[in-house]
């Protein structure tokens, strides 16, 4: 697609529920990056998918987060037994081979706002 | 451990006037920092830095970075309205970015 894809694009989900998010990368990008930002605050590294690489999960903040990517294509987050602290926007960026490609950046898609009630 | 560190936190200025936001940071390893401009949810790009003293431009935006000291500045020249938003700033070490908490710019008429 033309840009990263994110949905749902909110979700409310009552505390102890699981929810799961799902990005689509753009076409072609090898590299995706989950990261939370909490209301009012900077941007926290989850998780980050490398091609066909192991992921580096160090950014995950409890073992009731887990991502998963097949390939290049589509990630799915899994919240399991959402706390209220898990409250916030989740966003997924996509990239080429970063650091490699100077002047691009990464391309983030608009979030998914979850709110844990 | 990696810090990014922006300042002001916040920022409320009149049209048409120059700001300038700062970013420092300790990160080992570091490649390259990336501004972005967060107005909703999905932060936008601004620029990328890797070279020391060389500005990067785009209109009324410009950004330098000073490798030394550890620090890089993005300015705003004539400010409008539509420069309201959260500006964030992060440092590329390894496969990861760190952002710093970023700069709320609020412009007013």
């Known amino acids: 697609g033309a840009g990263v894809s994110q949905s749902p694009s909110n979700k409310v989900t009552e505390k102890g529920k699981d929810v799961e998010l799902r990005c689509d990368p753009i076409?072609?990008?090898?590299?995706l990056y989950w990261y939370r930002q909490r209301l009012g605050q900077g941007l926290e590294f989850l998780i980050y998918?490398?091609?066909?690489?192991?992921?580096?999960k160090s950014g995950l903040p409890s073992d009731r987060f887990s991502a998963e990517r097949t390939g290049e294509s589509v990630s799915t987050l899994t919240i399991q037994r959402t706390q209220q602290e898990d409250s916030a926007v989740y966003l997924c960026?996509?990239?080429?081979?970063?650091?490699?490609?100077?002047?691009?950046?990464?391309?983030f898609g608009s979030g998914t706002r979850l709110t844990v009630v | 451990e990696d810090k990014v560190v922006q300042s002001p936190l916040s920022l409320v200025v009149h049209e048409g006037d120059t700001v300038t936001l700062n970013c420092s940071y300790e990160?080992?390893?570091?490649?390259?920092l990336l501004w972005y401009k967060q107005e909703k949810k999905a932060p936008t790009f601004l620029f990328m830095l890797?070279?020391?003293?060389i500005e990067k431009k785009s209109g009324r935006l410009s950004s330098i970075l000073d490798k030394k000291e550890l620090f890089s500045i993005l300015n705003i020249t004539a400010t409008q309205t539509g420069d309201s938003a959260i500006y964030l700033c992060?440092?590329?070490?390894?496969?990861?970015?760190?952002f710093g908490e970023g700069t709320q710019l609020t412009v007013n008429p």
């Open positions: 998918f490398q091609g066909n690489s192991a992921p580096d």
């Open positions: 992060a440092v590329v070490r390894g496969s990861r970015l760190t």
């Open positions: 960026a996509s990239s080429p081979i970063p650091w490699l490609i100077p002047n691009y950046g990464y391309t």
């Open positions: 890797t070279s020391s003293g």
């Open positions: 990160v080992t390893n570091f490649r390259s």
């Open positions: 076409s072609g990008h090898t590299a």
